[in-house]
């Protein structure tokens, strides 16, 4: 397998040193060459780094940027993808050093009829900066021209990246096997005869979702058939519990969000219904009233069960189904010798009239003879 550097020239568009712009703009379409290159490379096994410079700077900083993160690594080859302006029409690839002569021609040949554009050849320099200055044997390829009419009818990223990829490594990308694919948008997964799943879930290691673009939602819920699902940052789909914008949730094993009372190893907890509070689906914590029953949801969502302290007063929460549901609190109510008053809390250090008759409690609770 191979080792590679490659960026893409210039500073991002509109910034700095941006590159050439005609009917298409070399900041961006560089990029979007350099990205499906990286990711055709990578998906054959290859070692590759990218030394693009996204900084806005100047022409030389840009450069010495490049050629600093290039010379970082030991590779075989560095590659530098430009596109071409001045009038001209087709491809052509740069060198200084002989050895990558072959190597040239190859990209040459191969974006030519790849997309359909003048073969213009091999050209040598000893005035490209970054031909002169990388450790190992580079090579600047010169796509096609922004400023050409036919070029841009025929101009096409995938078919580029492609191509050079078939140049450098000599298997070919297309009919090989599916991959996934990333672009200046976001992910997407490319099948062997070049369609994509677009609009529709897809199972590979796990179940993903694809825009009607052909993008995988990525961060990101999705309101499918009346369900709730979330794509997490890596495009997979989030099941179990999932921590979301200071949120918890849960999706069940299907990816469903849960709400409503769930019982999850041996816990209930409760994920909000009605999305007023807090977002329907977030788990709530502390006290809430359900129908005419209080219930505790702990700081890790668990409903309480039996006694618990807070706030300076202990209050009982029911553990068993007899006279109300398990987990709601008790009130007015005597609990193995204590008593929950009307608002739940433990009596204790007072008197109270309970049921016509005068009960002292001590500072514990218990009742004083
Ligand atoms: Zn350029």
Redesign the pocket.
């Given at each position: 397998m191979g080792t590679y550097n490659i960026h893409a020239?210039?500073c991002p568009h509109g910034q700095g040193a941006g590159?050439?712009v005609g009917y298409l703009k070399?900041s961006i379409e560089?990029r979007a060459v350099k990205n499906l290159l990286i990711a055709n490379l990578k998906s054959q096994g290859n070692t590759v780094y990218d030394c693009t410079d996204d900084t806005n700077c100047t022409v030389r900083q840009n450069l010495q940027r490049i050629v600093a993160k290039c010379n970082a690594h030991s590779v075989e080859k560095d590659v530098s993808i430009?596109?071409?302006a001045g009038g001209g029409t087709g491809v052509e690839v740069w060198i200084v050093n002989p050895a990558m002569e072959s190597a040239a021609a190859k990209i040459c040949a191969e974006v030519a009829k790849s997309i359909g554009i003048r073969n213009r050849g091999v050209k040598y320099s000893n005035n490209l900066y970054v031909l002169n200055h990388t450790k190992a044997p580079a090579l600047l390829i010169?796509c096609c021209f922004v400023d050409n009419q036919t070029d841009y009818n025929q101009w096409n990223v995938q078919k580029c990246a492609d191509a050079i990829t078939n140049a450098l490594t000599g298997h070919k990308m297309s009919g090989t096997t599916a991959t996934w694919v990333k672009d200046n948008i976001g992910w997407w997964y490319r099948y062997t005869d070049g369609s994509y799943p677009k609009a529709q879930w897809v199972e590979l290691d796990t179940w993903y979702y694809f825009n009607a673009k052909g993008y995988a939602l990525a961060d990101e819920w999705l309101y499918y058939k009346n369900k709730w699902y979330y794509l997490k940052k890596d495009c997979r789909m989030a099941v179990g519990w999932q921590q979301i914008d200071g949120y918890w949730y849960y999706l069940g094993s299907d990816g469903v969000m849960l709400d409503g009372w769930q019982q999850i190893k041996g816990k209930w907890y409760y994920l909000d219904q009605e999305g007023e509070e807090r977002p329907h689906g977030a788990m709530v914590t502390g006290e809430m009233k359900d129908g005419n029953h209080t219930y505790y949801l702990q700081d890790n969502g668990a409903m309480a069960k039996g006694w618990i302290k807070r706030k300076g007063s202990w209050y009982y929460y029911n553990e068993d189904n007899n006279c109300q549901p398990i987990g709601s609190m008790m009130r007015n109510h005597w609990q193995g010798g204590y008593y929950l008053k009307d608002d739940g809390r433990m009596a204790s250090g007072e008197v109270l009239e309970i049921g016509g008759e005068k009960c002292e409690f001590d500072a514990d609770g218990k009742v004083k003879k």
């Amino acid at each position: 397998m191979g080792t590679y550097n490659i960026h893409a020239g210039h500073c991002p568009h509109g910034q700095g040193a941006g590159g050439a712009v005609g009917y298409l703009k070399e900041s961006i379409e560089d990029r979007a060459v350099k990205n499906l290159l990286i990711a055709n490379l990578k998906s054959q096994g290859n070692t590759v780094y990218d030394c693009t410079d996204d900084t806005n700077c100047t022409v030389r900083q840009n450069l010495q940027r490049i050629v600093a993160k290039c010379n970082a690594h030991s590779v075989e080859k560095d590659v530098s993808i430009h596109l071409n302006a001045g009038g001209g029409t087709g491809v052509e690839v740069w060198i200084v050093n002989p050895a990558m002569e072959s190597a040239a021609a190859k990209i040459c040949a191969e974006v030519a009829k790849s997309i359909g554009i003048r073969n213009r050849g091999v050209k040598y320099s000893n005035n490209l900066y970054v031909l002169n200055h990388t450790k190992a044997p580079a090579l600047l390829i010169e796509c096609c021209f922004v400023d050409n009419q036919t070029d841009y009818n025929q101009w096409n990223v995938q078919k580029c990246a492609d191509a050079i990829t078939n140049a450098l490594t000599g298997h070919k990308m297309s009919g090989t096997t599916a991959t996934w694919v990333k672009d200046n948008i976001g992910w997407w997964y490319r099948y062997t005869d070049g369609s994509y799943p677009k609009a529709q879930w897809v199972e590979l290691d796990t179940w993903y979702y694809f825009n009607a673009k052909g993008y995988a939602l990525a961060d990101e819920w999705l309101y499918y058939k009346n369900k709730w699902y979330y794509l997490k940052k890596d495009c997979r789909m989030a099941v179990g519990w999932q921590q979301i914008d200071g949120y918890w949730y849960y999706l069940g094993s299907d990816g469903v969000m849960l709400d409503g009372w769930q019982q999850i190893k041996g816990k209930w907890y409760y994920l909000d219904q009605e999305g007023e509070e807090r977002p329907h689906g977030a788990m709530v914590t502390g006290e809430m009233k359900d129908g005419n029953h209080t219930y505790y949801l702990q700081d890790n969502g668990a409903m309480a069960k039996g006694w618990i302290k807070r706030k300076g007063s202990w209050y009982y929460y029911n553990e068993d189904n007899n006279c109300q549901p398990i987990g709601s609190m008790m009130r007015n109510h005597w609990q193995g010798g204590y008593y929950l008053k009307d608002d739940g809390r433990m009596a204790s250090g007072e008197v109270l009239e309970i049921g016509g008759e005068k009960c002292e409690f001590d500072a514990d609770g218990k009742v004083k003879k």
